[in-house]
């Protein structure tokens, strides 16, 4: 029955099935079970094409499954978007909209939507993602598209029931099928990666896409899906199901269910870490060992494959496709979490891990973003044990033992570690805990919390360092980032989740939970490494997270919960030990910038720079900071500050005596580690980041030290300001927040192109009064990574000082006042005020007097700075307060009291010292007077006591002390402390601190003091000044001391806060003051030697200026001499060496030029034997080409609307040109009648520097020997000037002569010779060659040039002759580089030579010399006199003679020839050099040929009405303001009239008007648009004569003036006109025939007329196309918002394989669409962007990378990145779109990228160039 249904046809088989299963008793299920079972049927393979067909067909019910389709999805009703993507898709997300920071739009809902003004960024997608829109629990509403919400689904159409009746029943089978396919199929990993066959995915490939179909469908056909899927009915009923056709099949049906029975049995839930270890640590796991996975429904299994087959893409976009679907979600969130733990099993056994962990994270952060999602599964799936303890069991698989056995730490070098396997995991953790509800429950329960800490406590003190002290390490590991990440992402960022939630007195046990759970872990910890007090010595590990903890929450507590601190805290001894690990890293910072660990390598201060890196320092060195301050506040001041000292290893450099020994440090180390152990205090005291500081004083303060630092950018800011380590946390500075801040503190400064070629960006500089009163060093110190960070910060401070004449010497770090400390931290002050504090203070005030070694500046000024924090928080009070010398006292205190203001005035008298022998204070020894009040405490020191104050024997009594009263206190209370490890010999201790001397060596001595530190400061404000007196005692009326200042301001000002402090302090000043004589070595300069210091500076400048006056005025003598040697006639006029030769005043002028080779350094003039050159650099171009007439700029288009067309630029024109001249006429004179070079052409450009070329040729040669790789080709000529560096590839030999003439003036040329006797001259000389010597070395270099100008430019821009060869393309192409140079420089003028005065030309021209060269080439071809264009011009009916001939080709009319062609043409042509009589004949007959053509052109452009009106208005004439017919006028009628007589006119038929309808065509219209043509060819005369003959460029100010200007400076106008009359015919006035002008143009006309009888409608285009104004060349016009480029290009593909190419770039001078690096488009080896540069810029390249913003020019064989001319809002690039940030088209940058296209400056400004292998 099913084979005979089945043989009617796919579609009628489906539409009867339809109507069979929608009756009430029909048999309609069971047909189509019996169709499924042929269709599906377990002989069928998954990839048979039926298969698949037949699945469509019946889904579809009997319609085609596209019109199905799209009748579902008519029905769609879903609200959330959900679409798919995978990694590297471009998507966007909004923090303003966001509600979870994982949120993300598709393009098409974020366009949709409306974000303005928002916070958004577009981004990559790394592992893959889906759009939130419509998802409220992900993101708001304000933020939905109108598609999606609530609002987008209410107006969706009931399904009708039968559309999805057959669905439901052919779905179940159909995904059975390919669960089936994956039961067979699957081999074991390693069976499955040696097997050939194909993936049993990609097998299964096209079943896959067909149900990823279904779930694109909507949301009716996505409820269907998800009731297959969950029911477990269908899923038991499809595995029980044997009833088949034959045997074999049933043995096939069951040996796939066993397989997966199998497969599914050896899947255990089992746990990974050695359950002995866990046990010890106290810790539980939650899932049974043995258990096993169970499957219920199809969801499933359909993951346990997915898994199984490691996340193949497919099946992962086919399962999240559903989730839009609500109970779907629900489902499957239960699935994944049951699935959980084989999921990272199997991650951490995959040799794909990276990519299987971007799987595993693009399905899990749909899930776990939402907090009622993962609610629902908290409890009954106990997802957060599950996450711990897989967390736990992966971290103990790379467990390792430490030298004792006993301690477990994690290895590094692991896998899981290294490769950050761990990281979806963690991902998921942070994930979860970002919700307060989990956060919450998760801090409940002690149980999971103890388990955390056991987890954290493997990372405490892993990647342990020990210092190499003998050689230096084999192997530097680089496994200490893996540790650094580990604890960020593990540790910290789980940490600010749970911190983020635990800010309330609500939760304030949770906080108290976790912080004794801490301290439990961290007794336990210190039990097993058996610590007593101190660490070992020569190790460390910047890994302590435990401390971390317990530092992080307790600062929580007590700012936001209001905790005790004193509650929270453990006994003295435990937090003496919890001191010990964060006060040995500090130390060991400074022993590693003291290079004490050099040996270790590089890796090390990697370590150390990562540790305070901005990414770190939140979660380690400020937790560790804070720890510390803590500490510092609960011990005993005495204790802290002499363990601070011996851990910096610096306690025998305390000492009164002048040398000392230091077993444990070198010298070189002593004072680094001294400066290491103040800045320590110096931070520990000023730091308040934890200790009551408002969030937004600690933002203005971290963003006050960065800005210090240097000047930032926008996102280098955001990126170096210490945030949240944990962006899932919640805790964010914000936007808005930040920018407020921001613009407070700092100035912006905009972009800026520097002239070396580097772009700056925006940036953020400081206020002004940032640098007065904001400037923190101890910030700055904190947050420095380097060392330069902060002499960066003082060098600028030092700036703005000067630059605002605050202080002109070199300042002092204005170490300010600190903020007032919370009351709990109250304690940390008394540092300051304790007797170990004040001895070490007035050791090192007593050192630095004394001028003992290994003491700078910069301990000084932070002994001063304690002292001034110590003043500052003293009070008069504590002044009259003196502690009584009872007998438990310590007997080696110095002072009275711990009161510093106490102490500042008590004089110490004796000190004794240990000694060597022969120290110089045993030589000068005295006795200690016994009735001195002042004097030392009499009593003796034991011998075998080291000094009379040791810090070492301090230290170990207070810690004593703190064992011994926790111990009674425990005793009393019958509590059992668990303390155990004995404490260390002496010897074992000593290693830390002072040096192991045998007694024998050292001797008492006892050193006469008499000083106190009062005393102290004033004798260092006399040295510190060199002045006697300097300081006169305190005065209550004087001012008080300025901030900013050097150490002398900062000594007085701690005198006077501390005798305003204390008036016994006060008298002991003026006591001082007056006795006291200041120690300074008498000076050598007189007193007055700061003024003889100026005077002999001033007449060391005078001498200077006399001794370079004397020198030129000798060079000149010499160089006067030279000269009268050669020529007696002689005569030096200029100092600056300008040199005239005067032989007469009839005579010709000639000046010989000197030139400066910069090779040799030799001063020469060029001559025939030995030549200098002018160093030069040819390239081919193109930026003519794309002239356009019209100045509007062309828009690159950003919509499938919008098209580009080329054939509106100046290229396009002249090839049409051509093309059309070479089709009617002689091919010889078509080729003389145009210029080529618009594309392809060349350009010459010079740094001005000249050599001589054996010089030059001796450098090549140099070049070529030198072994460094040089950076250009030197194979093609190329170097690199030897003065200026500039890119160069030749020499243009400079000619032997200029000669001068005398400037022709109208009157001259009329007294001397008439036009036509200059004419016929003209003709005379083009028949004789110029006088060049042949075979002379400049004539070969000459040639030598013109040759290497021929190779610049490729073979197919140069070859235009229909004769290939031919002589008429080398004259062509030689005569074309001329015009090429002087329209570049019209260009490089702005288009035109308006507001360019009497100076030289915008940049060094080197067109003189190239001229000369050209010159020399072209004389080598003769004009046919035939068709030589000067007869054609001069004389009459010789053209109308040619034209009426019997010939097979005519000669171009002279009307449709280039005027500037021939210009150049016929100089060239002449010998050289030309007399300035004969050039201004050329440019007067010329002009009268192009005002011919701009009357003819104009006329082709009236209609006939206007015609027939000019052309009879020389007998009707209606202006009533001239007496006589203009000029222009009548020429025009004659010009009319003449071209009437033919064809050329289309309506020349009509009749002609009376003469009055001359409205449009004013007189003024019409001289106006006459002069607008003539001014190209002006122009270009005004640069060739002012480069020919020298002559100053004139002067115009306006455009208006410009044809005027340009006329009298060509000697066609004897004075401007200003006249009404003369305005309207200032171009009649310029005409200046050479034989009668009715005659020429008769003559000129007829040519056009003949050849329009019978071309007429080419005559008409020719004529049209002569007197082109054209625009100057510009780049594309981009739209302002590069979104709109993005949008439009990023995703179009490519025209060759119509595939979207990986790096599209868009040519941004004619917007063509390329791909960069595409294979598609190689040909002949080369890439697309390559071929694009030589057909569109001859070799030149300009093009934007659509996916990274950036522009990159490619020159020759050679690219570089030239930077972006899109930036953010801030001014800033966004390379590769890294931060997305919306970016917008910077104007300046944009022409400044245009400007260097012009002037062809690349190769100049950019100096990072590579080669591109033509693969680009």
Known sequence: ??????????????????????????????????????????????????????????????????????????????????????????????????????????????????????????????????????????????????????????????????????????????????????????????????????????????????????????????????????????????????????????????????????????????????????????????????????????????????????????????????????????????????????????????????????????????????????????????????????????????????????????????????????????????????????????????????????????????????????????????????????????????????????????????????????????????????????????????????????????????????????????????????????????????????????????????????????????????????????????????????????????????????????????????????????????????????????????????????????????????????????????????????????????????????????????????????????????????????????????????????????????????????????????????????????????????????????????????????????????????????????????????????????????????????????????????????????????????????????????????????????????????????????????????????????PQQLVTAVLEIRESMLSLLVKLHHKLSGKQDSYPGPDADRLAPLTHGDGLIVIERILQKAARRSCQNEQSLEEICYKVTPPVPPRKNSPGGSLDKEERRRRARERQKKLLAEFASRQKSFMETAMEITDPNFVATEEDGTTMETLGVEEALFVEKLYDCVICGQQTASTEQRPVGLVVLQQATSVLGHRREGDTRIHLPTSDDEQLYQDGTCSSFYDVLLSTLQKHFLDSTCLQSVSIGWEGGVFVQTCGHTVHLDCHKAYMESLKNDQALPTYALEKGEFTCPLCRQLSNSVLPCCWAQSAHRLPTPTSIAMCRSLQELAQEVQTKQETLGDFPTGSNLTKEMEAVQKSIRRVTPHKFTEYSKTPGSPDNDFLFLHSVARVNLELEIVHRGGSLVTRGAASAPRRSCFSQLFNILALGIRCYRIDMAYNPWVHLTQTRLGADMMSSKVEQFPVPLLFRDPCSLLLLLVLTMPQPLDKDLFGCILQVLFTLVHTQALATLSLCMGPEDRAAWSSSTCTQQDTWTPEVPVLQKHLSKVIGALSTGCLYPDNGCTQSDGTSQGMWSQLSIELAVRKSCLPFLRVAALLQHYLYGDDMPSCQSADEEFAVLAVYLVLLEVPRSSDEDCHNLTGHCLHWVASSDELLGQWCFEVTTFAAGNAADARTLLSMQCKAWAEPHLLQLPVSYNTIFQHYHRRPCHACSKVPKDPALCLVCGAFVCLKGACCKQQNCYECVQHTQLCGAGTGIFLLVNASVVIIIRGPEFCLWGSVYLDAHGEEDRDLRRGKPLFLCEERYRVLEQQWLIHSYDHVNKRWGPHYNGL
């Open 1 to 998: 029955m099913a084979h005979e249904l089945l043989s009617r046809g796919k579609a009628s088989t489906a539409a009867m099935l339809k109507v069979e299963c929608g009756r009430a008793q029909g048999h309609g299920p069971q047909l189509l079970d019996d169709c499924l079972d042929v269709v599906l049927g377990p002989d069928k393979e998954v990839d048979d094409r039926d298969v698949v067909e037949w699945s469509r067909a019946l889904l579809a019910g009997g319609e085609s499954f596209e019109e199905f389709t799209r009748t579902l999805r008519s029905y769609d009703d879903a609200s959330v978007c959900g679409l798919v993507w995978t990694a590297n898709f471009v998507a966007y997300r909004c923090r303003t909209c966001g509600v979870s920071p994982c949120m993300s739009l598709c393009a098409d809902c974020f366009s949709a939507g409306d974000h303005s003004g928002h916070d958004f960024n577009m981004f990559r997608s790394q592992a893959g993602g889906a759009c939130d829109c419509g998802d409220n629990s992900v993101m708001r509403e304000g933020g939905f598209c109108h598609r999606h919400g609530r609002k987008g689904c209410q107006s969706a159409p009931t399904v009708p029931q039968d559309l999805l009746l057959l669905p439901a029943l052919v779905l179940p089978r159909l995904v059975y099928t390919l669960l089936r396919h994956l039961r067979e199929e699957y081999l074991p990993s390693g069976l499955l990666s040696e097997s050939e066959s194909p993936n049993p995915v990609q097998k299964a490939e096209k079943l896959l896409i067909l149900l990823e179909e279904l779930t694109k469908m909507g949301d009716a056909m996505r409820s269907v899906v998800t009731e297959v899927l969950t029911n477990r009915q269908s899923y038991q009923d499809l595995n029980s199901h044997s009833e088949l056709q034959n045997n074999s099949g049933k043995v096939r049906w069951d040996w796939s269910y066993a397989k997966y029975q199998s497969v599914l049995e050896s899947t255990r839930l089992h746990s990974t870490f050695p359950s002995h270890e866990v046990l010890a640590l106290g810790c539980t796991t939650a899932t049974d060992q043995n258990a096993t996975l169970k499957h219920d429904c199809l969801l499933e299994e359909l993951l346990f494959w997915t898994v199984k087959y490691e996340f193949p893409q497919k099946m992962v976009t086919l399962l999240l496709n559903m989730l839009p679907h609500q109970d779907y979600k629900v489902a499957f969130i239960k699935t994944f979490v049951q699935h959980y733990s084989f999921v990272m099993h199997t991650l951490m056994h995959s040799h794909e891990a990276d990519t299987l962990s971007n799987r595993i994270v693009h399905i899990s952060v749909q899930l776990f973003s939402s907090e009622e999602l993962v609610a629902q599964v908290l409890d009954e799936c106990h997802l957060l044990e599950i996450m711990v303890h897989i967390l736990l069991g992966m971290v103990t698989t790379c467990l390792l033992k430490d030298e004792s056995g006993c301690v477990l730490v994690v290895n590094c070098a692991e896998p899981v570690l290294k490769n950050n396997t761990y990281w979806p995991l963690v991902s998921d953790f942070i994930n979860v805990l970002s919700h307060p509800s989990v956060s919450q429950r998760f801090l409940q329960d002690r149980t999971l919390v103890r388990t955390w800490m056991c987890f954290l406590s493997f990372f405490q003190g892993m990647n342990l360092n020990k210092r190499e002290m003998t050689e230096h390490v084999e192997f530097e590991s680089q496994t200490y980032y893996a540790a650094f990440a580990a604890e960020l992402e593990a540790c910290a960022q789980p940490m600010c989740g749970l911190l983020a939630h635990c800010k309330t007195p609500e939760t304030s046990e949770y906080t108290r939970t976790v912080v004794h759970l801490c301290l439990e872990a961290l007794q336990y910890w210190f039990k097993v490494i058996k610590f007593v007090d101190e660490p070992p010595s020569n190790q460390l590990t910047f890994h302590i997270p435990l401390h971390r903890y317990f530092s992080m929450f307790l600062s929580q507590a007590v700012r936001s919960q209001q905790f005790d601190l004193d509650s929270l805290l453990p006994d003295q001894e435990l937090l003496a030990k919890l001191m010990a690990h964060p006060l040995q890293i500090q130390a060991c910072l400074s022993e590693i910038h003291s290079n004490m660990w050099v040996r270790n390598g590089l890796q090390i201060k990697g370590q150390a720079m990562t540790y305070v890196q901005s990414h770190f320092c939140n979660s380690m060195i400020d937790p560790d900071i804070y720890l510390l301050q803590v500490c510092a506040s609960k011990l005993d001041p005495d204790f802290f500050i002499s363990s601070v000292f011996e851990r910096y290893k610096v306690v025998d450099l305390l000492t009164i005596a002048s040398k000392h020994q230091n077993a444990v440090l070198d010298p070189e180390h002593e004072r680094p580690m001294l400066e290491g152990a103040l800045t320590f205090l110096v931070v520990l005291l000023g730091v308040r980041l934890h200790l009551g500081v408002a969030d937004d004083e600690i933002l203005h303060s971290e963003m006050v030290s960065q800005l210090c630092m240097g000047d930032k950018t926008h996102s280098s800011l955001l990126d170096l300001i210490p945030e949240n380590p944990n962006p899932k946390s919640g805790v964010s500075l914000g936007t808005g927040y930040f920018e407020k801040v921001l613009s407070a503190v700092a100035d912006f400064r905009a972009p800026v192109f520097e002239p070396g070629g580097s772009m700056q960006q925006g940036m953020y500089t400081p206020k002004s009064a940032v640098w007065d009163v904001e400037f923190d060093p101890v910030s700055v110190i904190l947050r420095a990574v380097y060392r330069r960070d902060m002499q960066s910060a003082m060098d600028r401070y030092t700036a703005f000082l000067k630059q605002s004449s605050r202080f002109d010497g070199n300042p002092w770090p204005p170490y300010r006042e600190r903020p007032p400390l919370h009351p709990q931290y109250q304690g940390l002050l008394r540092l300051l005020h304790c007797k170990t504090m004040h001895i070490v203070l007035f050791t090192l005030l007593y050192k630095i007097l004394m001028d003992h070694q290994n003491l700078s500046d910069h301990v000084l000024c932070m002994v001063l700075y304690l002292l001034e924090m110590g003043v500052d928080s003293s009070t008069e009070s504590e002044s009259t307060r003196e502690e009584p010398d009872t007998e438990d006292q310590c007997y080696d205190s110095w002072f009275p009291s711990s009161s510093l203001l106490n102490n500042l005035h008590h004089v110490i008298s004796f000190v004794r010292v240990r000694v060597a022998h022969d120290a110089p204070e045993v030589a000068r020894q005295v006795t200690p007077e016994p009735n001195s009040a002042e004097q030392a405490p009499q009593k003796s020191p034991p011998k075998e006591t080291a000094q009379v104050f040791s810090l070492v024997a301090e230290r170990r009594r207070k810690f004593q002390e703190m064992i011994n009263k926790n111990s009674e206190a425990a005793a009393a209370a019958g509590v059992f402390r668990r303390h155990s490890g004995s404490r260390p010999h002496s010897g074992q201790a000593r290693s830390f601190g002072a040096p192991m001397l045998l």
